[in-house]
């Protein structure tokens, strides 16, 4: 939770931003008696398990246990910290976000500096375009005519032009800016040894990097002359842009996802492979920006669509690099195929040879990451050699191990019999004598019994679910008589004596502004709330047996306290007292 934000100006937002109706824009909904379900939109699934409480104003998936409030839906769904949730919610709401009460010089330093760079970066982009219409950027618009680049395109991505390295600082400089944001921004560097301020992309073309906030956060350059210097180059990283959690051209991607639905992701290398298949009609395409594919990139696509293909350059060595970002894609549960283009070719070179029908059969053409796996490994050994098909065979099962059913398993050692005249039953064999290879072990969830210490860990939840949503024969029941151990326990039971104290309402919502995410214990009491476990006589019955567990589990641990006391106790009026206490508790401990 963001500090400095007034309380009651979150309790608005949340007021004004059901999360039925947020939720609802992003994933299809169903109601079901008194919640709304759908497909979770942070896993893949195909059965329903998310769940929306609309009385409480929290989500909870049954599946990978994703959980929160309105403010942490959109963090997720969008990929955004808390305050560009806050922000987002607040447009939706259209109220305006208050001044924040900062606890520190820094923190309000911090974002008078963020908001700065992000003005800078907004003002250089425009810069950059003007440069471009200018009439002197003529090398530049000649690049952009000899790739057939279409002015719709151009200004869609807002192309622009740097026509040399002094003009930008100095136009940032006359137009008020510090020296210290321009430079924190990143588009600005100083001369090594002059101290003078120089443009990062000088002279280039330049690409601006938006993020799905619609922020422009970095810029991209292409040289237009034979240089020594990389072709391509980034702004380097900066508080508002990190290259490995951001994709270039994701800005777009997020509005046709809005407008019309987003079926899969194609992850291209660069700017130019970008923008002409979005030119072509493939408007579904995203840049990792030459890098291999991060965990961030893979989640950041997980947001848009549970289905991703890699369309990298068909130089299959360049490809191989990138099979540990299509294995962070797969950890990440999405469906990843290798689209396989020409050998020396880019998706670029594709669309111009064949146009959109060309680049459409290299998708139809994908292949999964397996296959592709396989393919890698077929490719570094002459078949024809024998110690080279060995060796092909052994890379070859290494890879098939890791199918995960038995079905794919046979197509590959179908594939691999065909590739090798090995018999297939031979094959089989040695995949069968292939060690395994380890996988990351999960930790293990504690298995429950119905022993008396999990009995009292079942019906503190109980309790505490029974309050917490309202239940009606809970409606006046006081949690200060019922200690509770568990920390999680402890403090939420803390919440709701502190709202009664007060004679402010319980929010279960309000708990995802106290516990970090994916707290496992406060996901068994949420999942209490759903279904019928809380409803009727049943649930004030259960309730009824839970206070018994309770009171008895309390009592045999006094019980267990006195006996030890009494023992060593030398004061014999003391002890007398001690042993009446006891009976007092086998008493009750009978009648239990």
């Known amino acids: 939770m963001a500090k400095g934000l007034d309380p009651a100006f979150l309790q608005l937002l949340k007021n004004k931003n059901d999360l039925v109706e947020v939720a609802g824009a992003y994933v299809p909904l169903e109601r079901k008696g008194d919640r709304w379900w759908g497909c979770c939109p942070f896993h893949h699934e195909k059965t329903p398990s998310f769940t929306v409480n609309a009385d409480a104003q929290f989500y909870y998936c049954f599946g990978c246990h ?117 430079l924190d921004s990143g588009a600005v560097v100083e001369a090594s040894g002059s101290g003078r301020l120089i443009d990062a992309q000088g002279g280039r073309l330049i690409f601006p990097v938006i ?24 702004t380097r990283e900066t508080m508002v842009f990190n290259k490995s959690k951001n994709l270039y051209n994701i800005n777009l991607v997020k509005k046709l996802k809005t407008a019309s639905g987003l079926k899969d992701l194609i992850i291209v290398e660069g700017y130019m492979d970008t923008i002409s298949l979005y030119q072509a009609g493939f408007e579904n395409v995203c840049a990792s920006m030459g890098t291999a594919l991060t965990k961030d990139q893979a989640r950041l696509c997980k947001r848009y669509t549970d289905n991703v293909y890699i369309s990298y ?62 393919e890698v490994a077929r490719r570094e050994f002459d078949l024809s050699k024998t ?3 060995r060796g092909y065979i052994a890379a070859a099962l290494k890879v098939i191990a ?42 293990a969830e504690p298995l429950l019994h119905e022993d008396g210490a999990d009995r009292l860990v079942k019906a503190k939840r109980f309790i505490l679910a029974s309050v917490l949503f309202g239940a009606k024969y ?47 214990e406060l996901d068994e009491i949420l999942n209490l709330s759903i279904g019928e476990s809380l409803l009727g006589e049943g649930g004030a019955r259960y309730f009824e047996d839970c206070l018994r567990t309770i009171r008895r589990a309390d009592a045999e641990a006094e019980l267990k306290e006195l006996s030890a006391r009494c023992d060593a106790e030398p004061d014999i009026a003391k002890k007398r007292e001690i042993v009446r206490r006891i009976g007092e508790l086998t008493v009750q401990l009978k009648n239990f």
């Open 66 to 182: 994703a959980s929160g409030d309105v403010i942490k839906f959109v963090q997720e769904i969008e990929s955004v910290d808390f305050m560009d949730a806050v922000r987002i919610l607040a447009e939706r709401a259209k109220i305006p976000v208050p001044e924040m009460n900062f606890d520190t010089e820094k923190t309000a330093e911090q974002k008078r500096k963020r908001d700065a760079v992000l003005n800078i970066l907004r003002t250089s982009a425009r810069f950059y375009l003007d440069n471009l219409n200018s009439g002197r950027a003529d090398a530049h618009v000649q690049y952009i005519l000899d790739r057939k680049i279409d002015a719709r395109v151009v200004r869609k991505f807002g192309l622009g032009a740097s026509l040399d390295f002094k003009s930008l600082p100095q136009f940032l400089l006359d137009k008020g800016f510090r020296r210290d944001d321009i």
């Open 211 to 234: 993020n799905a906030l619609g922020d422009v956060v970095a810029f991209g350059g292409r040289v237009l002359e034979k240089t020594d210097f990389a072709k391509y180059k980034n």
């Open 313 to 374: 350059d068909g130089d299959f060595a360049g490809q191989k690099g990138a099979i540990r970002g299509l294995e962070i894609l797969r950890d990440e549960q999405v469906n990843v195929r290798v689209v396989p283009l020409p050998e020396g070719l880019d998706p670029d070179d594709v669309i111009k040879r064949s146009g959109h029908a060309g680049y459409q059969s290299c998708l139809d053409a994908a292949m999964p990451l397996i296959d592709f796996k396989m």
């Open 387 to 389: 110690e080279e098909r």
């Open 402 to 443: 890791e199918a995960e059913s038995e079905s794919v398993k046979e197509d590959l050692l179908k594939k691999l019999h065909d590739q090798t005249g090995m018999t297939y039953e031979s094959l089989r064999r040695d995949l069968e004598n292939e060690p395994e290879r380890p996988r990351a072990e999960r930790a």
């Open 474 to 520: 809970a409606k006046n029941f006081d949690l200060s008589g019922v200690r509770f151990s568990d920390p999680v326990h402890n403090t939420i039971a803390g919440y709701i004596l502190g709202q009664k104290e007060k004679g402010e309402p319980v929010r279960a919502s309000a708990l995802f502004d106290i516990f970090e995410e994916n707290t496992p």
